[in-house]
Structure formats: C-alpha cells, structure tokens
C-alpha cells in the first residue's frame, strides 16, 4: 500500500520530466549560434596576429617545398602519410598557398591513381618526377593503370625511376612509341623479371631523344653501347649485369667514355667486356697502353668474375687519387696456366696506384705527393659476402701534432680512397691466394706509408703471417686487432719480437719484392727501401686496440702472449706501447691491470690510455666500450604504419 508521502515524491519527480520544460528553445539555440561565430572570429582575429600568419605567401611555399609530397621511396615499408595532406589541412590560407604551388606536387605519387591525377593537375607544366615499382617487396605496387597514365606524361619527366617485375613490362610500348623525352635528366631502369633483360636494342627508348639526359643506370637491360641514351653528355653512369653476349669490346668502351667530359661517377657490374687472351700477351703488356684519364671522376667501381677482364679495362684508365677506386673479383681462385688472378689483381691495383701523374695539370704544386691521404689501411673478412677486403681511407682524427689521436676504430674510418673485394668459393685455396695478394699489395708505396693498420680478418691468425705482410709496415703507429683468431695472431706477433731470424726475413721480403718488380713495367717499378728489416715489427707502433676476443679461455692464451708480447716491447727497440684499448672482450679486471702496468700511463677500468685523455670507461661484462667524446646512440625505431586514407585527396 502506498502512503501519502510516496505519491508526493512521485508528483514531484514528474514535474522535473514535464514536456513542457524539454522542447527546444529557439532563443537559446541562436544566441549559442551567435556566440560560436563570435568566437570564430575573435580566434580568427587572434591568429591573424600570429607571426606565422605575417608570413607572405612565398615564404610559406619555400617552407612547405622542404617537404613536398614524395614517393620516389617507394621500397620503404611503413613511410609516414605524404606531407602534403598536412599542410593543406591546417587552415585554408595554407591550403591555398599549397594548392598553387605546382613545384610541391612534382614528386608523382604512383601508388594511387587518383593521387597521381590529382598532382598531375596541381604541377601544371612543371616538370615532374616519376617513380614506379611493381616489386613485391613495396608496401603499395604500381598499378599498370597509374603507370599507363605517368608513361604518357614521360614529355613532362625530369626523372624515371622503374623498378619492373611483372606488371610494368605490359606498359614498356608507351616508352618506346614515346616521341621523346626532352626534359629527362635522370634515368633509372632496374629489371628483377625473373626471366627476361629489357631490350633496349630492338627499339630505342623516347625515339632515341634525351638530348638533357645526364644521370643513367641500368640494371639487367639489353643495351648497346651506340646506343642514343649513351651519347649524353653523362656525369653518372652505372650499367649492371649485361649477358656476355651483348657487351660491347674495349675500343668501343672507350670511344663512349672519351665523349663524357664531365663523368663523375662510373660503376660497371659484370657488364665489362669479356677479354680476350692472345698468345703474346702478358701482365706488362696489358699495363703498357694508352690510357684514357678521367680527370672529373668521383667513384669508379668494376666488378667481374674474371680479373683479366678488371686489369683489362683498369690498364686503359687513369682514375683521379681523389676519387673512390673500387674492384671486386667474384671468382678469386681462377686460375690460368700461365697468370693467377693473385698476380692479376695485383696488377689492376698498382695501375692505379703506381701510376705517373701530373699533378700540375690539375693546379697542384709539382712535387707534391698524390696519395699523402692515405693514412690508413684496413684488411677485413666479410664471411656473409664470401670474400676478403682491403681498404685505404684518410685516417681517423688529430691531434694538435697533426697525429691520431684516438686509439684506431674501424668504426672511425673517414671516407675511403680504396675499396678491393676478393670473393671465394674454396677457402684453404682462396685464403693462401688472399694472404700472398695482401703481402704484395702492402708494399705499394701508398699503402706502405700508411700510419694506421686495422685488421679484422682469420687470415692474420698467427705471428709469422703478420710478420710476412707488414715486414715493411714501418710508419704504422696504430694497430687494431678484430675477432679472437686476429688478436691471438697480434699477440703471438708481439710475444715473438726480435724472435724471428734476420736473413730468412730479409730473403723473403727480398722475394716478394722481385715478384712484384716482374710483373710491373719500369714505368710502374719501385725500388726494395733501402735498409734492413728492424727486428721488431711496427718499430713506430704506439696505439694498440684489442676488440671481439676473449681473453679468458683455456686454449686462448691471448692474455699470457698479450703480457709477454708488451713486456718485450718495453726492452727492445720498438720501445713501449702508448697507448691500449681493450672492446668487447671476455676479460677480468685483474688483467686489465696487470696489461696497464705495461704500457706508458694508464687510467681507466678496462680502458687503458696515455695521460692526454681524462675519460674512463668501465668494461663490465663485456659490453661495448665507447670512445672518449662518443654519445650513445639510441636504436632507430620504424615508423608506424600510418597510410592515408584516399578521401584525403581533395
């Protein structure tokens, strides 16, 4: 039963819910109305006298094309949305601005067709840029619609870029039904079909009219070298994996190269031309022509599986000191009866090295010395690449004196003047071939002066093979030491000083010398350096760097010759060892004080230096040991995924 006081609550709580006190108020809606629109514009009027909102229009177009709308990355998976859908949603000033800028939508999109249409009709007639891939590893492949519409627009291009798998090469007759492509500076044509090269030869690509063309690279493409893409005036041209059948002979090759004045770059991956051996021919009679100098070139790089084909073309062309040499041989260990390609490859690198040059012809003093850069040489195996590598770079950094000043990193290498690549397929063959080439090439002139030696490689894994390969290292003052079997090998070298008898050391570096005399011309010889081999092998060394090796194994003995190798230097003519640094090593700290005890001045906890540095660094287990002056890094994160969605596109 319900009492007097609940029905009073109940009629009181209708009340609260009359329809009467819910309707819409009309009154109330165009205040609220009116107060938003003055808001509006009070906020309108505050933005206005932002200083960004000063900024003349020209100004925000130069801010906005440091960012353009791009997507000539189009390998990149996970790349953020284009910049473009952000500047033209801020406000409508910068919408505007945007919008009539036709040079911040010359980077074609091709992963979306209504993208490439819409910056197609934005550019206008400035010339575009064009970028399509079919590959399977793009986040977005080009469809053969948006490559049909970006092909009829090549007149416009300033750059192609096609990578082509599949798809791409059903629009290939759009290119060549072109009339030309006058304004096309940059041309990249890489073909992963797993089957079929791009012709080029059957019919010429833009009617053979690319009269601006300055930047080429082909990747497995059948072309000729009469082709009308090779009578450009180019500064870049790399040609890549061409079947023997279709590459061009050497007088052919040069007669292209001579009409490129301003070439920069050449690079030429088992596209050289096969040679040819006659029964007169010979190491010094392929080092005796006429040779063509490419005074302007910044990078040269030649790799084949033959290196009679490398000294072939290297023998014909005189590369600038300054510029990055590069050879790889892909098949070290073949073998003719009468030449190795040890001897062979031997050959290709003095004939950049040992070359005469006039260094007046380029505005240099006369008497000065070409290779003066070359400060440091690095010997490394790259097991993954199947090959062993030299290295000559311009050294690390100085000190007041104009010496190194920090302990020798490979991780510091300045930019490299030489790059040499040996690849194998039978180790044991390949390692003594490899180990007999570095001996030999060492003692180059260049490379002999060098102050820095960094060695990473198993070849150096005992004493005697470092005192056969640098017996004429005699500038080295830094020496890095990388992986167990290389650090053992150090060791053992120091351990041994003054150890090894003098005339079996002198009749091998004799030999070698004799070796090296037989196979160079006398405008490429050099003489043996007067005076016997020290007793002590590096006689300058004052910087050593142990890294990657454990000093605690039984069977190591790393520590026990790495001990006995610096107390020998305190005695003998070398004198003692500076400076030690010790990276990445399985090491106690008793032994790193024990080693400190040895060497000039030491501070630090695993970190063994002169007095000229105040930073110390703790080893702890192992980790890695940063250098004095040297941030951490943290790892690079990858982007999310954020594609945008097509709606964007207004």
């Not at 082509?164 to 009339?179: D, G, K, Q, S, W």
């Not at 051996?277 to 063509?292: A, G, K, Q, Y």
Request: hydrophobic fraction near 40%.
């Amino acid at each position: 039963m319900v009492n007097s006081a609940s029905v009073k609550v109940m009629k009181d709580v209708a009340v609260q819910y009359d329809s009467e006190s819910v309707e819409p108020d009309d009154s109330l809606d165009q205040q609220l109305v009116e107060a938003e629109a003055r808001v509006m514009k009070l906020r309108q009027r505050k933005n206005g006298r932002a200083l960004i909102s000063r900024l003349p229009v020209e100004i925000l177009i130069q801010i906005f094309s440091y960012h353009p709308a791009s997507d000539r990355h189009p390998h990149v998976r996970h790349r953020a949305p284009p910049p473009w859908l952000t500047v033209t949603h801020v406000c409508q000033r910068w919408r505007n601005a945007a919008i009539s800028c036709p040079f911040l939508w010359v980077d074609i999109i091709s992963t979306n067709i209504r993208w490439a249409e819409e910056m197609l009709k934005r550019s206008r007639d400035v010339p575009i840029h064009i970028t399509v891939d079919d590959g399977g590893n793009t986040q977005r492949p080009c469809e053969v619609g948006t490559a049909h519409l970006l092909f009829s627009k090549i007149y416009r291009a300033q750059s192609l870029v096609m990578t082509c798998v599949h798809e791409i090469f059903a629009c290939m007759p759009v290119l060549f039904e072109a009339e030309g492509a006058p304004l096309l500076q940059e041309l990249f044509l890489t073909n992963f079909h797993p089957s079929d090269s791009l012709d080029l030869v059957a019919r010429s690509l833009f009617n053979g009219r690319t009269p601006n063309l300055q930047l080429l690279s082909l990747y497995r493409c059948r072309i000729l070298w009469s082709s009308p893409l090779l009578q450009s005036d180019l500064i870049y041209l790399s040609i890549s994996h061409i079947l023997p059948d279709h590459r061009p002979h050497m007088q052919q090759v040069l007669e292209v190269l001579k009409r490129f004045t301003r070439l920069e770059c050449l690079q030429l991956d088992e596209a050289l031309p096969i040679h040819i051996s006659s029964p007169n021919d010979s190491i010094i009679t392929l080092l005796s022509v006429e040779r063509l100098a490419l005074t302007h070139l910044r990078f040269f790089s030649l790799c084949a599986r033959s290196a009679l084909d490398i000294l072939d073309l290297t023998a014909h062309l005189l590369i600038p000191t300054s510029a990055l040499f590069q050879l790889i041989c892909e098949e070290f260990e073949l073998y003719t009866p009468e030449i190795d390609s040890g001897d062979v490859m031997l050959a290709a690198l003095a004939s950049h090295l040992c070359a005469a040059r006039d260094t007046t012809a380029s505005g240099g003093i006369g008497d000065q010395d070409p290779w003066a850069l070359v400060r440091s040489v690095h010997v490394r195996d790259i097991p993954a690449a199947r090959s062993w590598s030299l290295f000559a770079g311009t050294g690390g950094p100085t000190g007041e004196d104009g010496r190194d000043a920090s302990p020798p990193n490979p991780a510091e290498e300045q930019a490299h003047v030489l790059s040499l690549h040996l690849r194998w397929r039978s180790h044991p063959t390949g390692a003594r071939a490899a180990t007999s080439f570095i001996e030999r090439a060492v003692r180059l002139p260049p490379l002999a002066r060098a102050r820095t030696l960094l060695v990473e490689s198993d070849l150096f894994e005992q004493g005697s093979m470092w005192r056969a390969a640098f017996a004429r290292a005699h500038h080295v003052e830094a020496l890095f030491a990388g992986g167990g079997k290389t650090a053992a090998g150090a060791a053992q070298m120091l351990r041994e000083a003054g150890q090894q008898e003098q005339l079996e050391a002198e009749e091998r570096d004799a030999g070698v010398y004799a070796v090296i005399a037989r196979l160079l011309p006398s405008s490429f010889a050099f003489e043996r350096p007067a005076g016997k081999l020290p007793r002590s092998l590096f006689p300058r060394l004052r910087r050593l760097a142990i890294a990657n090796a454990d000093f605690g194994g039984p069977d190591s003995g790393l520590f026990d010759s790495l001990h006995t190798g610096l107390s020998a230097r305190m005695v003998n003519e070398g004198g003692a060892i500076a400076q030690l640094a010790i990276w990445r090593c399985d090491v106690r700290q008793e032994q790193v004080d024990t080693l400190g005890e040895l060497v000039e001045e030491s501070k630090g906890n695993g970190w063994l230096v002169n007095a000229t540095s105040q930073d110390e660094v703790d080893v702890g287990n192992g980790d890695d040991i940063l250098l004095p002056g040297q941030d951490q890094i943290p790892p690079l994160l990858p982007e999310e995924s954020s594609e945008p969605d097509e709606s964007e596109v207004e």
